[in-house]
């Protein structure tokens, strides 16, 4: 498997501004244009950093291979916690892009979520909170190696920790559930969700030796139990997912080339559903 591109990718087109949604100001980074006379996918994209860090710099490798995968990328800076400010912060941006959507990305653009670690979480929640609104339509959700699992204690996390004694996703999930009752939400652990149906087709990439690689196929397992459309895909040459993720620059993350591919066949495969 090759982790690097015959043809470099050009370099990302990215803006930041502040948005005012829901009484608050947001940061957001905007990533690519909108060429005359196309349409394009539209993206609303959460960082990772286990709840604990991260900002728009640590989202702009995931950001960059979906605007590459030919998507116009809205990257949100969210409050990193407590539950329920970083969805709520998450649903807000999603409702302004998609009232912008003509102007982002053309006319019947279709939108959709994307996260990842911390950040697939609230793309998870996030689609769900939709769901239960009927509003706005998703064509898709995005989900690599997404955080799920507030036990932390699934095989693969524990092969990755190994004897460590400090944790950053339990630390996160720490700060993440400002209360016991939080663990029992559906918005805060999508993973433990008990009604799965009505939500847009998912795709969900790990790597093999993923700290989240179990949550997230269990994940994927149960919406396709459910009746959903889920494609995953397991990276064999992943090392250091989901941590080389957040490092700037898409050199850094293996298998960029072919996250992308993912990206684009996930998006040639949802133009031929009804737009919304």
Same mark, same amino acid.
């Given at each position: 498997?090759?982790?690097?591109?015959?043809?470099?990718?050009?370099?990302?087109?990215?803006?930041?501004?502040?948005?005012?949604?829901?009484?608050?100001?947001?940061?957001?980074?905007?990533?690519?244009?909108?060429?005359?006379? %196309?349409?394009?996918?539209?993206?609303?994209?959460?960082?990772?950093?286990?709840?604990?860090?991260?900002? @728009?710099?640590?989202?702009?490798?995931?950001?960059?291979?979906?605007?590459?995968?030919?998507?116009?990328?809205? #990257?949100?800076?969210?409050? =990193? #916690?407590?539950?329920?400010? &970083?969805?709520?912060?998450?649903?807000?941006? @999603? %409702? +302004?892009?998609?009232?912008?959507?003509?102007?982002?990305?053309? /006319?019947?653009?279709?939108?959709?979520?994307?996260?990842?670690?911390?950040?697939?979480? @609230?793309?998870?929640?996030?689609?769900?909170?939709?769901?239960?609104?009927? $509003?706005?339509?998703?064509?898709? *959700?995005?989900? =690599?190696? &997404?955080?799920?699992?507030?036990?932390?204690?699934?095989?693969?996390?524990?092969?990755?920790?190994?004897?460590?004694?400090?944790?950053?996703?339990?630390?996160? +999930?720490?700060?993440?559930?400002?209360?016991?009752?939080?663990?029992?939400?559906?918005?805060?652990?999508?993973? /433990?969700?008990?009604? =799965?149906?009505? @939500?847009?087709?998912?795709?969900?990439?790990?790597?093999?030796?993923?700290?989240?690689?179990?949550?997230? =196929? !269990?994940?994927?397992?149960?919406?396709?139990?459910?009746?959903?459309?889920?494609?995953? $895909?397991?990276?064999?040459?992943? %090392?250091? +997912?989901?941590?080389?993720?957040? *490092?700037?620059?898409?050199? !850094?993350?293996?298998? !960029?080339?072919?996250? *992308?591919? *993912?990206?684009?066949?996930?998006?040639?495969?949802?133009?031929?559903?009804? #737009?919304?």
């Amino acid at each position: 498997m090759s982790t690097t591109s015959a043809v470099p990718s050009p370099p990302s087109v990215c803006t930041d501004s502040t948005l005012t949604v829901a009484g608050q100001e947001v940061a957001v980074r905007v990533y690519g244009s909108k060429p005359a006379g %196309q349409v394009l996918p539209l993206v609303v994209h959460f960082h990772g950093g286990a709840f604990v860090s991260g900002d @728009l710099d640590n989202g702009c490798t995931v950001a960059s291979l979906l605007e590459g995968a030919g998507a116009r990328v809205v #990257s949100v800076a969210y409050p =990193l #916690s407590p539950f329920p400010q &970083p969805l709520e912060t998450g649903y807000a941006v @999603l %409702q +302004w892009a998609y009232k912008q959507r003509t102007r982002l990305a053309g /006319a019947g653009a279709q939108v959709y979520l994307a996260g990842e670690e911390a950040g697939g979480n @609230l793309a998870a929640g996030v689609a769900l909170m939709a769901r239960d609104q009927s $509003h706005p339509p998703l064509a898709g *959700q995005i989900l =690599l190696s &997404p955080m799920l699992d507030p036990c932390v204690g699934t095989p693969s996390l524990r092969a990755a920790t190994g004897t460590a004694t400090a944790c950053k996703w339990a630390d996160g +999930w720490l700060k993440f559930l400002g209360c016991t009752r939080d663990a029992e939400h559906p918005y805060a652990v999508p993973g /433990a969700a008990q009604r =799965l149906a009505g @939500l847009p087709p998912t795709l969900v990439l790990v790597g093999s030796d993923d700290p989240m690689h179990d949550e997230a =196929l !269990a994940y994927a397992a149960r919406l396709e139990a459910a009746g959903l459309s889920v494609t995953r $895909h397991v990276f064999n040459q992943a %090392q250091q +997912w989901p941590d080389a993720l957040l *490092q700037p620059g898409t050199r !850094a993350c293996p298998c !960029a080339d072919e996250v *992308q591919e *993912q990206f684009r066949r996930f998006f040639a495969d949802s133009r031929c559903r009804p #737009s919304p």
